[in-house]
């Protein structure tokens, strides 16, 4: 098992800005969207992000659904692309791009538990 500390969205308006205009996650290895409204099946984009990242999305039991590479994309505002998962999640991770594996997250039986013992909202 690997821990990881990650920046930790739990609101609504921490959802919306999630890394937008984030350039330096400190000690952080990313950031943990934590949805407590059950499962999701929206998708996830890059507006005013600077940093390349990957994204992990979870299922309930913190398994991966599905991965993805997201480019930065500055200046486009809603013409962003998006990033879908490949089906319903309840959360989701982003790293830098290519840090999943750093965090354990890479990999068929790759899951992530949640402690918070050292997650900070961001």
Request: a negative charge; charged letters at 20%.
């Amino acid at each position: 098992m690997v821990e990881s500390c990650l920046l930790l969205a739990a609101a609504a308006e921490q959802y919306t800005q999630g890394l937008m205009n984030v350039v330096d996650l400190g000690d952080y290895a990313g950031m943990l969207f934590d949805f407590p409204e059950g499962t999701r099946d929206g998708g996830f984009w890059m507006r005013d992000t600077p940093m390349p990242l990957s994204i992990a999305y979870l299922d309930t039991e913190g398994a991966i659904v599905s991965t993805a590479d997201m480019d930065p994309c500055l200046d486009l505002g809603d013409q962003c692309p998006g990033y879908r998962p490949e089906g319903p999640y309840a959360d989701t991770v982003e790293v830098p791009q290519g840090g999943l594996a750093a965090i354990g997250l890479d990999g068929p039986g790759a899951r992530l538990v949640q402690s918070g013992d050292c997650a900070a909202n961001f």
